[in-house]
């Protein structure tokens, strides 16, 4: 829809806001706000929740997505 450099451009806007106050996450809007390419800012995205579920009680037994499927279809 608005393409690649401006989607990664507001994609790391908002995640920068969502991990504010987040243990690792200044570090992290580091490595994201150098990042150009949508697969990269994924990856480091999905890389820096990853280590915050595993903190949430019950979370670590859940079964993760492999990101095969990009649809956010309702079951």
Do not use: I
């Not at 820096?48 to 997505?65: I, S, V, W």
Request: hydrophobic share 35%.
């Amino acid at each position: 829809h608005y393409g690649e450099v401006a989607g990664v451009r507001m994609a790391r806007k908002h995640l920068g806001w969502y991990s504010k106050g987040l243990k690792g996450g200044s570090t992290f809007r580091s490595h994201m706000n150098m990042a150009a390419e949508a697969p990269v800012v994924r990856g480091l995205l999905e890389d820096f929740y990853a280590e915050r579920l595993d903190d949430l009680p019950g979370m670590a037994d859940q079964p993760q997505d492999d990101g095969s499927s990009d649809s956010c279809e309702a079951a």
